[in-house]
Structure formats: structure tokens, C-alpha cells
């Protein structure tokens, strides 16, 4: 079964500095891979997915991931961070039409002014 | 354009009472799924549907019941509920049409409280 590591609990940054939060999946076969944001009592946002094709996909709000197979990874950057993008940032995994959809623990971001 | 709609949002209810919560899909969406997310949590499946038969089940409770109507909506019943069933309740909706795989966009859940 796959599974998604975020080791980053909790991360903190100034406003206007760049960010990049990391995840790693495990799965055997090619993965459907997504970033979800989910701001306080809020639902969850989609941000950008990967499902193939190029690597580096660009979503909304600015960020970007990069697909790395050799280190099965799928980490969401951004250049300059917001004090509107402090949230929790969920990276999940699927198969094929949403079977065995998996997130992550999750990772808070906090922006300083 | 048009989201994912859960009704209510918010529901408080006692220890062993009964709680229907409701998921209207994006249009032309075929497919639910129901999570459940609890407090510091990350969301965790419990269901989904396609075409209105069941597709996959994950951590649901026996005490939970779902199913997908002709119009595609979805109605999750939790009945005899717990303290632990406290929580926030997602509905996703995706379709297989696009082809590629699944994206999942989430309604804003449902929060319910179980006093």
C-alpha cells in the first residue's frame, strides 16, 4: 500500500523569503501525486498535481512542484512566500480514479511579517 | 464555477443520536468520497462511490452508512454516535471522464460535534 511522509511538522518563514516543503511517497508503481492547502476550519484546496509527463508542474498561486522518481519526491515550491499562504499543506497520493488516496500527516506553515 | 456542496456545515449532536450529512457533487461528476478529519488530523477515507455503487471503503465504521443517489449526491448516516465521531467531514467529487487518473475536489466539510 502506498504511503506519504511530510517531515516537516511545522515550518516558518519570512514573508517574501522562498519555501520549499518536502514530500516522499512510497509506492510501486507510477503515482498520481497532488498538494492540497487547507487554511484554517477550511476545506482543502487543490494546488497542483502530477500525473505525468513533465516533472516540474506549475499550480495555482505561484507554487510549483518537481516529480524526482530517483528519490520519490514531489516537493512544493515557492519563490516568495505570502503571509496569506500561512496554512496546512497536505501531500497525498492515489492510483488510477482515486483508489487507495492517501495523504500525509500534513505541514504547517507560519509567515512572518 | 461550481464546487463541491455539504450540508450542514455545522452539527452538534449528543452521544447516540443519528447524523445524516450530505454531498452534492460538481455537475457531471461521477464519482464521491466521504473523509473524515479529526482535530491536528490529516483527512482519512472512509468511502467512495462511482456510478452510485460503492468503489472502495477505508477506515469506515460499521456504525456508518453511505450511498450515492440517482442525481449523484451522496448522504453519509452515522448512527449511535461516540464522543471520537467528533469531527470534520469531507466530501470529495472527481470524474472519470477527464481521463488521466483522479483529482479530487473537496467540498468545505461538514463540522460535527458530538456532545
Known amino acids: 500500500a502506498q504511503s506519504v511522509t511530510q517531515p516537516d511538522i511545522h515550518i516558518t518563514v519570512s514573508e517574501g523569503a522562498s519555501l520549499e516543503l518536502r514530500c516522499n511517497y512510497s509506492?510501486?508503481?507510477?503515482?498520481?501525486l497532488f498538494w492540497y492547502v487547507q487554511s484554517p476550519g477550511q476545506g482543502l484546496q487543490l494546488l497542483l498535481k502530477?500525473?505525468?509527463?513533465?516533472?516540474l508542474v506549475q499550480g495555482i498561486k505561484g507554487f510549483e512542484a518537481e516529480f524526482k522518481r530517483s528519490q520519490s519526491s514531489f516537493n512544493l515550491r515557492k519563490p516568495s512566500v505570502h503571509w496569506s499562504d500561512a496554512a496546512e499543506y497536505y501531500c497525498?497520493?492515489?492510483?488510477?480514479?482515486?483508489?487507495?488516496?492517501?495523504f500525509g500527516p500534513g505541514t504547517r506553515l507560519s509567515v512572518l511579517p | 464555477a461550481a464546487g463541491v456542496i455539504q450540508s450542514p456545515r455545522h452539527l452538534i449532536k449528543e452521544k447516540r443520536e443519528t447524523a445524516t450529512l450530505k454531498c452534492y457533487p460538481i455537475?457531471?461528476?461521477?464519482?464521491v468520497y466521504w473523509y473524515q478529519q479529526g482535530p491536528g488530523q490529516d483527512p482519512q477515507f472512509l468511502i467512495s462511490?462511482?456510478?452510485?455503487?460503492?468503489?472502495d471503503k477505508g477506515s469506515i465504521p460499521d456504525r456508518f452508512s453511505a450511498q450515492q443517489f440517482s442525481d449523484y449526491h451522496s448522504e453519509l448516516n452515522m448512527s449511535s454516535l461516540e464522543l471520537g465521531d467528533s469531527a470534520l467531514y469531507f466530501c470529495?467529487?472527481?470524474?472519470?471522464?477527464?481521463?488521466?487518473?483522479?483529482?479530487?475536489?473537496f467540498g468545505p466539510g461538514t463540522r460535527l460535534t458530538v456532545l
Open positions: 470529495a467529487s472527481s470524474t472519470r471522464l477527464a481521463g488521466g487518473g483522479d483529482t479530487q475536489y
Open positions: 502530477y500525473f505525468s509527463g513533465d516533472t
Open positions: 462511490f462511482y456510478e452510485k455503487m460503492q468503489s
Open positions: 509506492y510501486g508503481a507510477t503515482p498520481y
Open positions: 455537475p457531471r461528476h461521477d464519482t
Open positions: 497525498a497520493v492515489g492510483e488510477n480514479y482515486g483508489q487507495n488516496f492517501v
